[in-house]
């Protein structure tokens, strides 16, 4: 096992520990690999976490193993982690609120990977600058294919609802799920912390009426075998989905990647959407962040 190393990262010190331990074994990809992932990436995935309470899914023994949710920061966070508590009522830990972390720097992002949180969850909102939660500024459609269908399927879906997004002024942004679906973005400026549900829910009701055979935007299970399931709840405020250029806890390192629309038009199965993380970095350098159209203010949701 590999000595604990104590490192400088932009002035912060942290003590990593592990690093030789294989998080991904089916792959060899190993704690360094996760923090040297995420420290190249962190420039293009910190904007898309600034100012959003992370949820973490903890991997310590690896992917071949069970993980956790963590959402309270404080059990572990040096006094200079960024934590806003925010009210939990109803949580499973039956605490009534918990601190979580704000993650919109490197050494935030190396202190995340060295505890094994592969994945980061946000919502699709902000904490103000007094700490108190900002209106959506994101709208999410996660889109769940019920096999045998897949994301080649789910692109068929993305780009219809794309279309409808334009009609009313909106530039919608896909990504892969770094497990077998994808999501739909755009960004958007409300007041309200439920209209971005019942606007997302309408677009999906549509869809499932224009494509019965492909779409389905009810939640019962027994309805998504052979369609995909338009998931318009995951803009509930109480709700998170996986960030851009998060890890994800497969048996190989795959990413939720963000794509280019071409990508989404010539998918014919699904490794053509599959990206690991190395295939993340070159993307990067190739294609900077295709997200950065979601941090620039949106247009407001129609009535």
């Not at 995935?45 to 973490?56: E, I, S, Y």
């Not at 600058?129 to 879906?157: I, M, N, S, Y």
């Not at 919608?172 to 019942?198: D, F, H, V």
């Not at 070159?282 to 407001?300: E, M, Q, S, V, Y």
Request: aromatic share 8%.
């Amino acid at each position: 096992m590999a000595e604990d190393v104590l490192v400088d990262v932009d002035g912060r010190r942290l003590k990593l520990t592990n690093l030789d331990k294989l998080l991904y074994p089916d792959d060899g990809f190993s704690k360094a690999d996760v923090i040297n992932y995420y420290s190249r990436a962190a420039p293009v995935l910190t904007p898309h976490l600034l100012d959003r309470p992370v949820t973490f899914r903890r991997f310590p023994d690896g992917v071949a193993a069970p993980g956790f949710f963590e959402k309270n920061a404080a059990r572990h966070a040096p006094d200079w982690i960024r934590t806003v508590t925010i009210e939990t009522p109803g949580s499973s830990t039956g605490a009534e609120s918990l601190d979580f972390a704000l993650l919109g720097d490197l050494p935030s992002l190396v202190w995340a990977a060295n505890l094994a949180g592969l994945e980061l969850h946000v919502p699709q909102w902000t904490i103000g600058p007094r700490g108190g939660k900002q209106p959506p500024d994101r709208l999410v459609f996660d889109l769940d294919p019920g096999p045998p269908a897949t994301v080649v399927e789910c692109c068929a879906v993305a780009r219809r609802l794309r279309d409808l997004l334009a009609e009313d002024g909106f530039e919608a942004i896909a990504k892969t799920s770094g497990s077998k679906g994808m999501q739909l973005y755009t960004a958007i400026t409300t007041t309200s912390t439920t209209r971005p549900s019942e606007y997302a829910k309408a677009l999906a009701e549509r869809l499932e009426r224009e494509m019965p055979e492909l779409v389905v935007s009810r939640m019962a299970k027994n309805l998504r075998p052979r369609k995909v399931f338009i998931d318009w709840s995951q803009n509930n405020p109480h709700k998170t989905t996986v960030a851009p250029y998060s890890l994800r806890a497969r048996p190989l390192p795959t990413v939720s990647t963000p794509l280019t629309w071409p990508e989404v038009e010539r998918c014919r199965k699904p490794a053509d959407l599959t990206f690991t993380a190395d295939d993340v970095l070159d993307r990067i350098d190739d294609h900077g962040d295709l997200f950065a159209p979601l941090l620039t203010k949106g247009p407001r949701l129609p009535r």
